[in-house]
């Protein structure tokens, strides 16, 4: 499901931080999910089987809170309507809820496909050491 990305190689080198940051801005706003109220994890298509687990171990406020996001943007779209400004998601709110979890889904399920796929062999006896009893 996670995408590999891009983040660490920028945040690792200040200039192209600099550079990046004001487009990243823009990007964000021109997406609009803000004006919705939307946090961006909410954009995560649920068809998924993990994103389905995640969502599943969300707290229950945190699950609460998201379905309100999801009704409110659903209405606002269907009446071509925007939240008033001071309403709108802002940058600092726009945390990722999900997409930890999702990682940590990821790496649990890598996880037990490898230990599904170990062969486990009986280990030979030494002949030098059985001779010597």
């Known amino acids: ?23 990243a801005n823009w990007y964000t706003n021109a997406a609009g999910y803000r004006k919705l109220g939307l ?16 969502l599943k171990r969300l707290q229950p406020q945190e699950a609460y809170n998201r379905v309100f996001r999801l009704r409110r943007a659903m209405q606002l779209s269907m009446t071509h309507q925007l939240l008033p400004k001071e309403e709108w998601t802002k940058p ?6 999900l997409s930890e979890l999702i990682t940590d889904i990821e790496t649990e399920m890598a996880e037990r496909e490898d230990l599904e796929a170990m062969v486990i062999s009986k280990r030979q006896r030494n002949a030098n050491a ?3 009893h």
């Open 1 to 23: 499901m996670s995408a590999p990305s891009l983040a660490p190689f920028i945040n690792k080198r200040p200039w192209l931080l600099r550079w990046m940051k004001p487009l």
């Open 39 to 54: 946090r961006a994890d909410d954009l995560l298509p649920e068809e998924n089987n993990v994103v389905q687990t995640a």
């Open 130 to 132: 059985s001779s010597g």
């Open 92 to 97: 600092e709110e726009d945390t990722p809820y």
